[in-house]
């Protein structure tokens, strides 16, 4: 069974640009989190999706955002990025609405770097 | 004071030792617990998964959580190499995926041989 995939796994941008990260969930899987991982901050919630719909959103700034297609696949984009904006963007799923046997799975993430 | 407090370590210990790894929080609304492996470029990876207070077992950990004292522990019987990793516990007031997860921000683990 194939686990959460996130494409690329490296991005190199610059400051100002945009980016769309993407993560194909678990197969069956309908709720698709994202989350940003950095030294200082750890692990923070960026938002979730669960067939197609936003249900949560993490402190962060309008810049981010994400979407959730009929087939479960999510993409997030970063607009105008920020040098602060360095960080692991780390993709989690799970099959429900809520968690049956336990939490999340995670991918492996995608790291992205803003020079 | 954040939410979730995690001593970041490194935690270096010898093999076949018992580790213990603890998070204290401050939301008393949490009730879902867990601990979560990461290894170098990979993933936070579920190992326990608990609800409200008790005592969870599986295998090698357990996974204890006192919710009168905010305080969570994880604990590794006979400590393999492979254990070495970062342990991030995370919580959340309800049981799904919406509300999102706390972390703490992980206690890095060496085991030595």
């Known amino acids: 069974k194939a686990g959460v995939t996130q494409t690329p796994r490296y991005l190199i941008k610059t400051r100002g640009q945009q980016v769309t990260l993407s993560c194909s969930p678990i197969?069956?899987?309908?709720?698709v989190s994202w989350y940003q991982q950095t030294p200082g901050q750890g692990l923070q919630f960026l938002f979730e999706y669960f067939s197609e719909t936003q249900r949560n959103k993490g402190n962060f700034p309008g810049r981010f955002s994400g979407r959730q297609f009929s087939n479960s696949r999510s993409e997030m984009n970063v607009s105008t990025l920020e040098l602060g904006d360095s960080a692991l963007y780390l993709c989690?799923?799970?099959?429900?609405?809520?968690?049956?046997?336990?939490?999340?799975?995670f991918g492996s993430g995608t790291r992205l770097t803003v020079v | 004071q954040k939410e979730v407090e995690q001593d970041p370590g490194p935690l270096s210990v010898p093999e076949g030792a018992i580790v213990s790894l603890n998070c204290t929080y401050s939301n008393s609304a949490f009730q879902y617990f867990m601990w979560y492996r990461q290894y170098s470029r990979k993933g936070p990876e579920l190992l326990m998964y608990?609800?409200?207070?008790g005592n969870k077992e599986d295998g090698r950990f357990t996974a204890q959580v006192d919710k009168s004292s905010k305080y969570i522990s994880l604990f590794i019987r006979d400590s393999q190499p492979s254990d070495s990793a970062t342990y991030l516990c995370?919580?959340?007031?309800?049981?799904?995926?919406?509300?999102?997860?706390?972390f703490g921000k992980g206690t890095h683990l060496i085991i030595q041989p």
């Open positions: 989690a799923s799970s099959q429900g609405r809520q968690w049956d046997a336990g939490g999340y799975t």
């Open positions: 197969s069956g899987h309908r709720s």
């Open positions: 995370a919580m959340s007031a309800s049981g799904g995926g919406a509300d999102g997860l706390t």
């Open positions: 608990t609800y409200s207070s």
